[in-house]
């Protein structure tokens, strides 16, 4: 597998007893799902009445449309870790509207996930009454998207496996990867506290949007040498 065939090049101590894969089956998606809720939010985790909806929203499109992409860190045959992504995005997004977002707005629509938050923020930004903020920000550097930085991806690390490296090295792999395949470039989405690990990881700031008076959505992107 071309993820286990990278892993030897990269070895550490903080790395020690840890492997890297694709996710294996349903039982390895289910664990990214909860991985997903318990990391959200700068680790602060969703709650119960939003882990339904929240990890749909956020994991389903990967599973379906991209599962070649999504890798995996694994701690004693468990996920500890994982990153989602895509060598191009633009046509990821046009699939995942159609293939991915339609559906589920139906469903909400319908009466599915009736106590979560999200899904009724989901359905307003969706008929244009909400505000989208990732919207907004892709706009602002939609040229990046389709020429530089088509690449995309999101991480998040189990709370109780943080501090290791994991992270660090998910990204490294798809980076080589997507090197491999000779994408140009990578960008990805977050909040203000993980802007400067990405830096050092030699990512730039692409835009940023406000979320509140104090807090701003930020675009990186990193150009693949």
Not at 15 to 42: K, M, N, Q
Not at 67 to 90: F, R
Not at 109 to 116: D, E, K, N, T, V
Request: proline residues 5%; aromatic residues 10%.
């Amino acid at each position: 597998r071309a993820v286990a065939e990278n892993t030897d090049r990269a070895a550490d101590k903080a790395l020690d007893g840890y492997t890297f894969d694709h996710p294996r089956g349903p039982e390895d998606w289910e664990a990214v799902r909860g991985i997903c809720c318990r990391a959200a939010e700068s680790g602060k985790g969703v709650g119960a009445t939003r882990q339904e909806f929240f990890a749909e929203y956020w994991v389903r499109s990967y599973e379906r449309l991209a599962p070649e992409w999504t890798m995996v860190a694994l701690h004693e045959g468990k996920v500890a870790g994982y990153l989602c992504g895509c060598p191009a995005t633009a046509r990821f997004v046009l699939a995942r509207h159609f293939l991915i977002r339609w559906p589920l707005f139906i469903r909400v629509c319908l009466g599915a996930y009736p106590a979560s938050p999200d899904a009724a923020a989901f359905v307003q930004r969706f008929i244009g009454l909400g505000r989208d903020l990732n919207r907004r920000l892709a706009l602002k550097f939609l040229a990046g998207i389709l020429t530089l930085y088509p690449a995309h991806l999101h991480v998040n690390v189990d709370p109780g496996h943080q501090g290791r490296g994991l992270g660090k090295r998910l990204m490294e792999l798809f980076a080589m990867r997507l090197r491999r395949n000779r994408v140009p470039g990578l960008h990805l989405v977050c909040g203000h506290g993980p802007v400067g690990f990405y830096q050092s990881l030699g990512f730039t700031e692409l835009a940023s949007v406000a979320i509140t008076p104090s807090s701003r959505l930020h675009a990186m992107g990193l150009v693949l040498g």
